[in-house]
């Protein structure tokens, strides 16, 4: 199959190596010309383990090309997959499809032939349908199918959760479409993982349905570990005792400083504008909201609290800035809230993280960036673990506490146990949720 997808950003990226890997001949389009020159030479523009060797291979062996001119592969085409960002519109938190409706408008344009066009990227509720009309207005005479097949990789596995999905959704209409989807997903379903054909607004809110479950999930262990806060328990403890309940599951049971990451934060505004248009208010979503922006507020109170209720003249050091460990991508990571406001407060901040760098140094503002733990955390009057990187997991302690002014852990992942911090000379520990 000759398999085209536009936007080459994590999923458009990361689905056209695997696709390529399936065998299909893949042809990667984006606009940013640095990102395709940088890819055609092998350098990967994220960091996202097992990428590049699977990059590499395929790239070899010419069943992937990454190209910025459009014209040059839509029609050699098959099937085009969209996979451009929606970022949260400014001002009333929709999902901003202009991305969408822009390269679709390409796509029509240029393409004489029967074509499949599948959107990949997260869209409300009623866009395909919206693209399909859009498509037939620019190019009137062409012969078309749209089709919904929203992606779930998590950044950081994302090679493994596209090789081994929980399910593939495949939001269709037509069964010539449908069976189109199905030939690119064989490898997958010959191995038994579920490819589900669905209606097209079925398939949409699939997609905003589990992010924004997921984040309800994270969102109510951390209004527990809140409560813990004030009334006593461990939420380690009590997330465990849930999780061995099989019908609640024992994933995104972890309490921490609030979710962020380029998905849940806007898809779970876009739901919740997506059901208010309808008059179908989702007030769940719209109070997990809220409530995460609060659990992001109450992470600083408490490292004011550690720091004798003032932050200025205090250094501060960081360890993890990414919005979870194994990405490098920053998208609305609780440290774009925390350390500007250390900051603005007269905190001097020292950052160590594996891959927080490259994005951070231009959205983190006036900090020290150190490339090893021990030097972030040297002379520092607290030491906040805000991304629980492997790495992390395993400090000396002893002589993190020892090289410190005052010896003192925000362990905002909950991956040390306060009797270890205590042990190791800190005078004091606060997690989250115990
Ligand atoms: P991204 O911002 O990393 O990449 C988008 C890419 O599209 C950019 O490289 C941009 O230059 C390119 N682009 C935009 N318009 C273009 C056009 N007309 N022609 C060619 N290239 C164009 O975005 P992403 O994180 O990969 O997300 C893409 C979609 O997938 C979003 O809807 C997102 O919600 C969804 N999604 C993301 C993830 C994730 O973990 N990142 C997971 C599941 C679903």
Same mark, same amino acid.
């Given at each position: 199959?000759?398999?085209?997808?536009?936007?080459?950003?994590?999923?458009?990226?990361?689905?056209?190596?695997?696709? #390529?890997?399936?065998?299909?001949?893949? %042809?990667?389009?984006?606009?940013?010309?640095?990102?395709?020159?940088?890819?055609?030479? =092998?350098?990967?523009?994220?960091?996202?383990? =097992?990428? !590049?060797?699977?990059?590499?291979?395929?790239?070899?062996?010419?069943?992937?090309?990454?190209?910025?001119?459009?014209?040059?592969?839509?029609?050699?085409?098959?099937?085009?997959?969209?996979?451009?960002?929606?970022?949260?519109?400014?001002?009333?938190?929709?999902?901003?499809?202009?991305?969408?409706?822009?390269?679709?408008?390409? $796509?029509?344009?240029?393409?004489?032939?029967?074509?499949?066009?599948?959107?990949?990227?997260?869209?409300?509720? =009623?866009?395909?349908?919206?693209?399909?009309?859009?498509?037939?207005?620019?190019?009137?005479? @062409?012969?078309?199918?749209?089709?919904?097949?929203?992606?779930?990789?998590?950044?950081?596995?994302?090679?493994?959760?596209?090789?081994?999905?929980?399910?593939? $959704?495949?939001?269709?209409?037509?069964?010539?479409?449908?069976?189109?989807?199905?030939?690119?997903?064989?490898?997958? #379903? @010959?191995?038994?993982?579920?490819? $589900?054909?669905?209606?097209?607004?079925? /398939? !949409?809110?699939?997609?905003?349905?589990?992010?924004?479950?997921? /984040?309800?999930?994270?969102?109510?262990?951390?209004?527990?570990?809140?409560?813990?806060?004030?009334?006593?328990?461990?939420?380690?403890?009590?997330? &465990?005792?849930?999780?061995?309940?099989?019908?609640? =599951?024992?994933?995104?049971?972890?309490?921490?400083?609030?979710?962020?990451?380029?998905?849940?934060?806007?898809?779970?505004?876009?739901?919740?504008?997506?059901?208010?248009? /309808?008059?179908?208010?989702? #007030?769940?979503?719209?109070?997990?909201?809220? /409530? &995460?922006?609060?659990?992001?507020?109450?992470?600083?109170?408490?490292?004011?609290?550690?720091?004798?209720?003032?932050?200025?003249?205090?250094?501060?050091?960081?360890?993890?800035?990414?919005?979870?460990?194994?990405?490098?991508?920053?998208?609305?990571?609780?440290?774009?809230?925390?350390?500007?406001?250390?900051?603005?407060?007269?905190?001097?901040? %020292?950052?160590?993280?594996?891959?927080?760098?490259?994005?951070?140094?231009?959205?983190?503002?006036?900090?020290?960036?150190?490339? !090893?733990?021990?030097?972030?955390?040297?002379?520092?009057?607290?030491?906040?673990?805000?991304?629980?990187?492997?790495?992390?997991?395993?400090?000396?302690?002893?002589?993190?506490? @020892?090289?410190?002014?005052?010896?003192? @852990?925000?362990?905002?992942?909950?991956?040390?146990?306060?009797?270890?911090?205590?042990?190791?000379?800190?005078? #004091?520990?606060?997690?989250?949720?115990?």
């Amino acid at each position: 199959m000759n398999i085209c997808i536009i936007g080459t950003g994590y999923v458009g990226l990361v689905s056209g190596v695997c696709f #390529s890997d399936f065998g299909h001949n893949v %042809s990667c389009v984006d606009l940013d010309q640095k990102k395709i020159d940088d890819l055609n030479q =092998g350098l990967i523009p994220i960091f996202e383990p =097992g990428l !590049e060797q699977l990059l590499k291979r395929n790239f070899k062996e010419n069943r992937l090309s990454f190209t910025t001119n459009l014209d040059s592969v839509v029609n050699t085409a098959d099937v085009i997959f969209i996979a451009v960002g929606t970022p949260a519109r400014r001002g009333d938190g929709h999902a901003d499809i202009e991305y969408v409706v822009e390269a679709a408008k390409q $796509i029509a344009r240029k393409i004489t032939k029967y074509i499949v066009i599948v959107i990949k990227s997260t869209v409300p509720v =009623g866009t395909n349908r919206l693209i399909h009309k859009i498509i037939a207005e620019e190019n009137p005479v @062409l012969d078309f199918d749209v089709v919904s097949n929203p992606e779930f990789l998590r950044e950081g596995a994302a090679i493994d959760d596209f090789m081994r999905p929980d399910r593939v $959704i495949i939001g269709v209409e037509s069964k010539k479409a449908e069976d189109i989807l199905r030939e690119i997903y064989l490898p997958l #379903s @010959l191995k038994n993982f579920p490819v $589900i054909a669905t209606d097209l607004e079925s /398939a !949409e809110l699939i997609k905003y349905a589990s992010n924004a479950f997921l /984040a309800t999930k994270i969102t109510f262990m951390n209004e527990i570990a809140a409560l813990c806060e004030k009334v006593g328990g461990n939420i380690s403890e009590i997330a &465990n005792g849930m999780g061995l309940d099989r019908r609640i =599951g024992n994933q995104f049971l972890r309490a921490g400083p609030g979710y962020g990451g380029s998905c849940f934060p806007k898809d779970t505004l876009a739901l919740a504008k997506i059901g208010l248009d /309808a008059g179908s208010p989702i #007030s769940i979503i719209e109070t997990v909201i809220k /409530a &995460n922006a609060e659990t992001k507020i109450r992470m600083l109170r408490k490292l004011k609290a550690l720091c004798d209720n003032s932050f200025r003249g205090k250094k501060i050091a960081i360890l993890g800035v990414t919005f979870k460990p194994e990405t490098d991508d920053m998208r609305e990571a609780p440290s774009l809230t925390i350390v500007p406001a250390l900051l603005s407060e007269g905190a001097n901040v %020292s950052i160590y993280c594996p891959q927080g760098f490259k994005e951070g140094k231009e959205l983190l503002g006036n900090v020290e960036w150190c490339n !090893e733990p021990y030097n972030a955390v040297q002379n520092s009057n607290l030491m906040v673990i805000l991304t629980e990187w492997n790495e992390l997991r395993s400090l000396d302690l002893q002589k993190l506490a @020892l090289s410190m002014e005052t010896p003192k @852990l925000a362990d905002l992942r909950n991956i040390y146990s306060r009797a270890l911090a205590l042990q190791a000379g800190f005078e #004091s520990y606060d997690g989250v949720g115990k």
